[in-house]
Structure formats: structure tokens, C-alpha cells
């Protein structure tokens, strides 16, 4: 095992609240399924726990209670649902159970493989009689075979032979997780899942389970092996929803007894019909050698880290933290058109499974550049719910064109908030934004052609339909940027120049369609009209950009700079986050940014300001941003690596990196934060590499921080693989496959064909 793929911490500790964080670092996924690392022996009563197994894009709606119903206010939203629980696993010892609340923990750790695909349990542990036995358990939710979760628990008796019970459960009855008190899970608990029937077939038991709601059904599986000299095997008692299997073992001192648990998972969203596949899934499983599950994961992850790796030499904890934040997007993307990457992946109920803008301007950048098919199915999952992004337009009073939802998992709005919902109009414009980026690193014109163009020019539409003329400018009233503390504003500058990429790239791939003789498709199926791409390039062109002459910065809309500067020093630090301890109204009346706005505008879209302008706005709104959502300070150090701000760069990058195994904002019991993950990617690749994808091509600007000796990463531009590597020589760029290809270093143009070496700047 080698250590660089290691993440370990003891357990010695049975602090609840680090138990419930642990749960959250550890689950195991694999975009379609995540099983939260709870104990499979469970907690004594008292322990709060979210004991959790999740299918991405699996859901039910539940009513969302408006107390004012105006019209066109989403009133039903959709909830990711904890499906069955197969996670339970007990021991007995002369009938006491193995509890790390019971006897004594002699030693205890766990950790997770990268390089493997695994998590682990090692525990020792001394019954109350005094018998001893090892405890070792892996957990895999399975990359080939994506409806796979498997428990490979082994029990060694220490210092006796003899009798060892183990109990394994199906439990079908279960419920959501919900804390009133937060906005940011469901507020109320509620059953979404009917028992159908259950049955047992093979030697495995399967329940399935209908939705309340949606109309959906979900079949889950589990199926018991043990590999043990004398053991007597239970019958699968199914009672209920709920079924138990007992193996009595006779086993022998330092012998290890293997008892493996498949788990399989099947939807009615994907598979016609969910019990057949979950069976079928199961003897194909079931009947290959454990190995063999164990060697693909190690294939699949020894590919995914080909091309994606990156190493940081000179500062080993903040290296394992990126790798850790890598390998839960990898975790937590979608593989298939039917769902996404929620805001929490599949490790928890935060933000109730939804998928937000977090996905095109934080996680998505880390797949185009570096595994193009991943990036295309996100753009597939945005298509395939565009129909409902038009229907959403007209709930809004669009007369055409498509708005796409705030949050949502099958495409309508869940947000039931519209001033920090439905108003972050700029989400349209990032789908956009990251069909363009797609297509800039791939060159993949005939998907444009078959879905991303549709996408462009129906929320291009939308933005002529929002936006109006004003002493002949295009203004957006009325809208909410990506900073939640300032709501429903005029011309926020990030929405502005969100939307005109949005209008120029639709212009653009409307010339570029028609060039390659591939427009009729698309052209005909929504009816454009070249006089709509004149209206396009007309509202473009006259786009309204906010400006302050004084101060040299961009406001971050038409009032910011003329409300009060929040009262920081007066503001005790557990006030922190701001949305937890005052009313929105409050916060809305002053200068104060929850998270990076016009910084992100200034990241990019770079090129609509000089550098004296992002540094004066940079400057203006780091003083006023409490980066109170995760998705801050990775941009905050983009743009200061832009700046040539080192040290800041260094410091905002360290934040986001251990944002969750340091669990800096206090919730990643609720989940990871996969936008800050995808952000801390970015930190480097964007950061300290300078890297830029454009229509001119692929732009770099590496500088190195000075606590590092020297940093790599890898990327697929227009097919070609280039590994990029920085150290105090230099940059060394080498083309490891593909023809030659231009790029741009430090604004220089040359042409890669082997390699090319550059010194720093
Ligand atoms: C942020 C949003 C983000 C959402 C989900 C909020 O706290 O302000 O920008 O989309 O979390 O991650």
C-alpha cells in the first residue's frame, strides 16, 4: 500500500460530531450510488447518526409549502432519497456485541485507498469477557459495475477458538435525514419510500420499494457470503421490509473468517425493470471472485489518475488533500444522462441531492480538461432537461427561449427562495458557458451540432426576452449574481457578461454551423430565424457593463457601491456564516459579499477589463467578502495568482483544500463540498498554472509557489495529452500523444510537438 494514496486518521475518538464528519469523508461512491460510512454495528442510543445510501437522480417530490402564494412559485420540489440500508453488519462474542462503545478499543484507524478504490476499518478489540479479535472491513461502491456496493469484512479471533455470530441485515424501512434549523437540508422528516413487496431468491434477499410521489421504483439487493471452515447458515428471514441473516462460525484462533456482503442497487429512471436488473446484477456479481471487483477498481483508478494527476512536490498534506479533493469528484460525478453532480455528491442530504450551477463553473472545468467523455454527459444530463428549462421560461413570463432552474434534479425548479433561487438567471448562462468550454477543448462540432448549440441558442434567446434597451445599451434588471448576500439587483456585472458570452457564442456557433453545413438540424427543430441572431449580436454588442469612474472597479451591479460597508469589526466571528444569524433583508442593505462575484467575473471573463481594474475590484471586494459559501476562496486565489499576489494566492488555495478534512465549515457531516473541490483544481491548474481555454487556444502563465520545489498536471486539449510540469528550472510542457499543437505561453504562441521548456516569469 503505497502511502500517497493513503488517507488515514485514528478513531480512537468517539466524539459525535467528528463521527458524523467521518461519515461524510468516507462514504464510498461512484456517480450513480454513495453509501455514507456509518458503522456497520451501529451507535448506542443517543448517537445522532445519518446512516445513508443514495442513487443519484433518484427522487421524490414533496410539497414545498408556500405561506404566500404568488403565482409561479415552485411548490413541489424533488429530494434525493436515502434508499434501503445494507450497511448493517454485527458480531457477537458469547453473545456480547462488537461495539466501539463496549469492552475496549485496543487500536483503531481508517482510511481510504486512491489508488485502490476503498475505504477500511482496522479495529482491535477486547470483548468485555476478554476475548480479542480483529476487525478488518473494506468498503467499494464498484466503478465497473456501477450498481455495486460491497462490505469485505474479516474477523481474526486474537487469543481463543470458538464460537463468532455474525448477523447481517436488509433493512428497507428508511427515512430522509432533516434539521430544521438549517437551510441548507430538509427542513422536515417524511416518508417517501412504500414498502412494494419483498422476496428471496438465491441465497439473496431483495426489496422493492416504490416513491410516494414521482411514480419511481428502486429494487435493492443483498446477498451474504462467508468463507469460513464450520459454519452453520441462517435461512434469510424477511419480515416486512426488513430481512436477517445469522451464520454461526467455529472459528479458530488467528484464522481469519471473510464474510463478504454484495449490495446491488437498480432504478426504475434507468432499468425497465428494476428487480430483474437488481437480480441479474447480482449473480453476475456474485458469481466472480471478489479479486476481480478489486482489480477493475484499480484499473478503472489507475486510468482515471493517468490522466488526471496532480502532484504537488514540497508541501505533502496540501498534495494529499488535492488528490482526496479529486477523488470525490470522480466519486460524485454522474455517468450517465440521467443525473449529474449534486452539490454534496452522493456522502449526504445536504441541499437534498440537487444540482446546482456548481457543477458547470466548479466541477465540470476538471472533466473537460481532463476526461472530455465525463464533461460531454453533463452537457447531455443539461440537454435532456432543456424542455423543461423552456417550460421553467415561461413560468417566469419568457415569451421564448429556455431558463434553466436554480436547483433541481429532473429539471424543475426545487427552489422555493426565488431572491437567491430562480433569480440566479446567471445559471443559464453557465451551461452555456461550459457547452462553449467543452466544445474549446475538444473541437467536438457535430455535438454541438446534435445538442450543445440547442442549449446556446435557446438561453440566448432568453436573454434578449430578460434584458432591455436603455439609451442604447442592453440592461438585465432584476436578477441575482452569484453572491447570495446581494439580492434582485440591476446589471450585475457577473450576469451581464455571463449573459453577452452567452449572446456572442450563439452568434458564433450559428456562423460556425452554417459554415460546416450543420445548422439545418438544429435551426429548423427551434425554428431561429436569422433575424434572431441580428438581435443576438445586436444586445452583444450593447451589453451593458457597470463601471465606476472613482474608485476604478467594477460594482458589483447598479446600487452596490451606494449602500453602507457592513459593520465587520463589530461582527463577533460565531456570527459567521452571516445567512445563519441574520435576517436576508439585513444582510441585502450593505456591502457585503457572501462569496466571490465580480472576482469571479474577473477570473472568467478576463479580457473585458484591463489589470488595473481587477486589481483595484480585486482589492475592493476581498476586503468585503466573508467567503461564507465554499465556492469563494478558490476563486479568490485564482485571481490573486493572476495578480502575482503569491502569498494570498497560497493562503486562499490552502483554505479551500482542506475545507472538508478539516471541516472549516462546520457542515461536511451534510456532505463534501464538490464545488470547492472542483475550485481547488482550478487553484492550481487556473491558479498557479494560468491556465485559460479560449477561442484563440490554450493560454499558460505557470508561476510556482515558493513552498513548493515543483508541481504537475496534465490535461487533453483538442486530444492531445500534454502534462505540464513546473518546477524552479522552470516549465516543461511535453506532448505525450497526439499531433503537434499550438499553444500560448506567458502570450507567446508556439507549437508543442515533443516538448518545450520555458523558464519562470
Ligand atoms: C452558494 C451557491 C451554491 C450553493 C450550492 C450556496 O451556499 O451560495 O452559490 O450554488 O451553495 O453549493
Not at 424533488?78 to 462474542?93: K, P, S
Request: net charge negative; aromatic share 12%.
Amino acid at each position: 500500500m503505497s502511502e500517497k494514496w493513503i488517507y488515514k486518521i485514528d478513531d480512537l475518538k468517539m466524539d459525535n460530531e467528528a463521527l458524523l464528519v467521518n461519515e461524510t469523508i468516507f462514504h464510498n461512491a461512484n456517480g450513480y450510488i454513495g453509501v455514507r460510512s456509518n458503522f456497520e454495528e451501529g451507535y448506542p442510543e443517543g448517537y445522532d447518526t445519518i446512516r445513508g445510501s443514495y442513487i443519484n437522480g433518484f427522487y421524490d417530490i414533496t410539497e414545498m409549502k408556500q405561506a404566500e402564494k404568488l403565482f409561479g412559485m415552485a411548490e413541489e420540489k424533488e429530494t434525493m432519497l436515502n434508499v434501503a440500508d445494507g450497511q448493517t453488519i454485527c458480531v457477537y462474542l458469547d453473545g456480547k456485541k462488537f461495539s466501539m462503545f463496549d469492552g475496549e478499543v485496543l487500536s483503531s484507524s481508517r482510511w481510504l485507498d486512491m489508488q485502490n478504490g476503498y475505504t477500511a476499518r482496522k479495529v482491535l478489540w477486547k470483548a468485555p469477557n476478554g476475548k480479542e479479535v480483529d476487525i478488518e472491513i473494506r468498503r467499494m461502491a464498484s466503478f465497473s459495475h456501477l450498481q455495486v456496493f460491497v462490505i469485505d469484512y474479516q474477523v481474526t479471533p486474537v487469543n481463543f477458538s470458538g464460537e463468532v455470530i455474525i448477523e447481517s441485515e436488509h433493512q428497507g424501512n428508511v427515512r430522509n435525514y432533516c434539521n430544521p434549523n438549517d437551510p441548507r437540508v430538509a427542513g422536515e422528516s417524511f416518508q417517501h419510500l412504500i414498502p412494494d413487496h419483498g422476496v428471496v431468491e438465491n441465497g439473496a434477499s431483495y426489496l422493492i420499494t416504490n416513491t410516494v410521489s414521482s411514480g419511481l421504483q428502486v429494487c435493492t439487493g443483498v446477498k451474504n457470503t462467508i468463507s469460513a471452515g464450520e459454519t452453520e447458515t441462517g435461512e434469510i428471514v424477511l419480515e416486512g421490509h426488513h430481512a436477517v441473516q445469522k451464520f454461526i462460525i467455529q472459528a479458530k484462533q488467528g484464522e481469519a473468517v471473510r464474510f463478504v456482503k454484495y449490495m446491488v442497487f437498480a432504478d426504475s429512471i434507468r432499468y425497465q425493470d428494476a428487480q430483474t436488473s437488481a437480480k441479474d446484477e447480482m449473480e453476475a456479481v456474485s458469481s466472480v471472485p471478489l479479486e476481480q471487483l478489486y482489480k477493475e477498481q484499480r484499473e478503472y483508478l489507475d486510468k482515471f489518475w493517468e490522466s488526471s494527476a496532480l502532484e504537488i512536490d514540497g508541501d505533502d498534506a496540501l498534495c494529499a488533500a488535492v488528490r482526496y479533493n479529486a477523488y470525490q469528484l470522480i466519486q460524485s460525478v454522474g455517468k450517465d444522462p440521467y443525473c449529474d453532480i449534486a452539490a454534496k455528491g452522493l456522502s449526504g442530504e445536504g441541499y437534498e441531492g440537487h444540482y446546482f450551477w456548481d457543477t458547470e463553473m466548479y466541477m465540470q472545468p476538471f472533466f473537460t480538461l481532463t476526461n472530455p467523455e465525463v464533461s460531454k454527459n453533463l452537457v447531455e444530463y443539461r440537454y435532456s432537461t432543456l424542455d423543461k428549462a423552456r417550460e421553467n421560461a415561461r413560468i417566469l413570463g419568457h415569451k421564448k427561449g429556455a431558463a434553466y432552474p436554480w436547483r433541481t434534479i429532473r429539471g424543475r425548479e426545487c427552489s422555493g427562495y426565488f431572491p437567491s433561487g430562480s433569480a440566479q438567471y446567471h445559471i443559464s448562462g453557465d451551461i452555456a458557458y461550459s457547452t462553449v468550454a467543452y466544445y474549446l477543448a475538444t473541437g467536438d462540432l457535430d455535438f454541438m451540432a446534435e445538442k450543445g448549440a440547442e442549449i446556446i441558442f435557446e438561453t440566448a434567446r432568453m436573454w434578449v426576452d430578460l434584458g432591455c434597451w436603455h439609451k442604447g445599451t442592453f440592461q438585465i434588471h432584476e436578477v441575482t449574481g452569484p453572491d447570495e448576500y446581494t439580492c434582485l439587483v440591476s446589471n450585475n456585472y457577473y450576469t451581464n457578461l455571463n449573459a453577452q458570452y452567452n449572446l456572442h457564442w450563439a452568434v458564433r456557433l450559428y456562423k460556425l454551423l452554417k459554415e460546416a453545413g450543420k445548422l439545418e438540424p438544429v435551426a429548423e427543430r427551434i425554428g431561429l430565424q436569422e433575424s434572431e441572431i441580428e438581435e443576438f449580436e445586436k444586445a452583444e454588442k450593447a451589453m451593458y457593463l457597470p463601471y465606476d469612474e472613482k474608485l476604478g472597479i467594477n460594482p458589483q451591479d447598479d446600487s452596490f457601491l451606494n449602500k453602507a460597508v457592513w459593520d465587520f469589526e463589530n461582527t463577533p466571528k460565531e456570527d459567521y456564516p452571516l445567512l445563519l444569524h441574520y435576517h436576508p433583508m439585513h444582510i441585502y442593505r450593505y456591502q457585503v459579499c457572501k462569496q466571490a462575484d465580480t472576482v469571479l467575473a474577473h477570473f472568467i471573463f478576463e479580457d473585458a477589463q484591463d489589470m488595473e481594474t481587477i486589481r483595484k475590484s480585486f482589492a475592493y471586494y476581498d476586503k468585503i467578502t466573508t467567503h461564507d459559501s465554499s465556492l469563494s476562496t478558490c476563486i479568490y486565489s485564482i485571481v490573486a495568482s493572476k495578480l502575482g499576489l503569491a502569498d494570498k494566492a497560497y493562503e486562499y488555495f490552502g483554505d479551500s483544500a482542506k475545507l472538508d478534512l478539516f471541516n472549516t465549515h462546520q457542515n461536511t457531516k451534510d456532505g463534501i463540498h464538490t464545488a470547492n473541490m472542483g475550485g481547488n483544481y482550478m487553484a492550481i491548474v487556473y491558479g498557479f498554472g494560468g491556465f485559460r481555454l479560449k477561442e484563440s487556444g490554450a493560454w499558460f502563465a505557470p508561476a510556482l509557489p515558493k513552498q513548493w520545489d515543483a508541481y504537475r498536471f496534465k490535461l487533453i486539449y483538442l486530444g492531445r495529452h500534454i502534462q505540464v510540469v513546473v518546477n524552479k528550472e522552470g516549465t516543461t510542457f511535453t506532448l505525450e500523444s497526439g499531433e503537434p499543437v499550438q499553444i500560448h505561453v506567458y502570450g507567446e504562441e508556439c507549437l508543442l510537438e515533443n516538448s518545450l521548456h520555458f523558464p519562470l516569469k
